[in-house]
């Protein structure tokens, strides 16, 4: 194991080895491992993170820097960050966590990181571990928008229509499929100005919304993108159709008048 590549990657020497073995140590490996550490790590995060956002955003509310801070801060991308610095080859773990895989789990990858930034606090301080924390983070900031990061399909598709002076989705249940412990639901989303119709599937009433909701804004701005000033005002003549699960626009322009898919061919 090369402690030295993963130092490299994060941009940081231990001054005390034995921290960043601790760190690397989950609790199935040895009773000295790395849970207390982690607890420390992610108090630090957010705090630095917070800071990242404060100085950045400076016209940005309370209530917006809190969900940035959420969405960066989460399980999911703090695996992304462990994924880059392929953490999963430095950990310390138990024979059963190493046969059922636990290098590759998201939960493990993003606790040890956050151990990790404990442990450089505790190595040599907060600002070692805020340049740490800086030298992860500046490069997402630099890429995201934050007036979307964080926000689900449902929101953003709402706030673009009301944006644009439409009216909201209409969601609608078509059809459920499989056994009832792992029913998938299949949802329309309907914006009936913009002739909208999509559909999205999922494991709950609520994922398939999310996933018809993500159809139907790529849709929506794609045609308002599309359409003349002069249209805008008036609505456009498209319709929405199913097609391999993927949402298409046809355009009475194309000499083709689009026609809906009868339902009995979505279930």
């Not at 940081?12 to 690397?24: K, N, P």
């Not at 040890?112 to 030298?135: H, M, P, W, Y």
């Not at 928008?145 to 964080?150: A, K």
């Not at 009936?192 to 996933?211: C, F, M, N, T």
């Given at each position: 194991?090369?402690?030295?590549?993963?130092?490299?990657?994060?941009?940081?020497?231990?001054?005390?080895a034995g921290l960043l073995q601790q760190a690397l140590t989950h609790r199935s490996h040895s009773s000295?491992?790395?849970?207390?550490?982690?607890?420390?790590?992610?108090?630090?995060?957010?705090?630095?993170?917070?800071?990242?956002?404060?100085?950045?955003?400076?016209?940005?509310?309370?209530?917006?820097?809190?969900?940035?801070?959420?969405?960066?801060?989460?399980?999911?991308?703090?695996?992304?960050?462990?994924?880059?610095?392929?953490?999963?080859?430095?950990?310390?773990?138990?024979?059963?966590?190493?046969?059922?895989?636990?290098?590759?789990?998201?939960?493990?990858?993003?606790?040890?990181?956050?151990?990790?930034?404990?442990?450089?606090?505790?190595?040599?301080?907060?600002?070692?571990?805020?340049?740490?924390?800086?030298?992860?983070?500046?490069?997402?900031?630099?890429?995201?928008?934050?007036?979307?990061?964080?926000?689900?399909?449902?929101?953003?598709?709402?706030?673009?229509?009301?944006?644009?002076?439409?009216?909201?989705?209409?969601?609608?249940?078509?059809?459920?499929?499989?056994?009832?412990?792992?029913?998938?639901?299949?949802?329309?989303c309907l914006v009936p100005k913009l002739g909208i119709q999509v559909y999205g599937r999922g494991g709950?009433?609520?994922?398939?919304?999310?996933?018809?909701?993500?159809?139907?804004?790529?849709?929506?701005?794609?045609?308002?993108?599309?359409?003349?000033?002069?249209?805008?005002?008036?609505?456009?003549?498209?319709?929405?159709?199913?097609?391999?699960?993927?949402?298409?626009?046809?355009?009475?322009?194309?000499?083709?008048?689009?026609?809906?898919?009868?339902?009995?061919?979505?279930?």
């Amino acid at each position: 194991m090369n402690l030295q590549l993963l130092q490299t990657r994060l941009g940081y020497t231990f001054q005390d080895a034995g921290l960043l073995q601790q760190a690397l140590t989950h609790r199935s490996h040895s009773s000295v491992h790395n849970e207390r550490l982690e607890f420390l790590g992610d108090s630090i995060l957010n705090c630095v993170v917070a800071s990242l956002l404060y100085e950045r955003y400076v016209a940005i509310d309370e209530g917006d820097l809190s969900r940035l801070r959420a969405n960066l801060v989460k399980q999911q991308s703090l695996y992304e960050i462990a994924q880059k610095l392929e953490l999963s080859n430095f950990l310390r773990l138990g024979e059963g966590e190493l046969k059922s895989g636990g290098f590759r789990r998201p939960s493990i990858l993003a606790d040890t990181l956050e151990a990790l930034l404990g442990a450089i606090f505790l190595d040599t301080g907060f600002e070692s571990a805020r340049a740490v924390i800086r030298a992860f983070y500046v490069p997402i900031l630099d890429s995201v928008d934050p007036q979307t990061l964080g926000k689900d399909a449902k929101t953003l598709l709402q706030e673009f229509l009301q944006s644009k002076k439409i009216s909201l989705p209409q969601y609608n249940v078509i059809a459920t499929h499989g056994a009832a412990h792992s029913q998938e639901f299949e949802i329309e989303c309907l914006v009936p100005k913009l002739g909208i119709q999509v559909y999205g599937r999922g494991g709950s009433r609520r994922a398939g919304e999310q996933a018809a909701a993500k159809l139907a804004l790529d849709v929506a701005e794609e045609a308002l993108k599309k359409a003349p000033a002069a249209a805008r005002k008036s609505k456009p003549r498209a319709a929405q159709l199913k097609l391999a699960g993927i949402a298409t626009v046809q355009t009475s322009e194309a000499g083709n008048e689009a026609a809906r898919p009868p339902k009995a061919a979505n279930k």
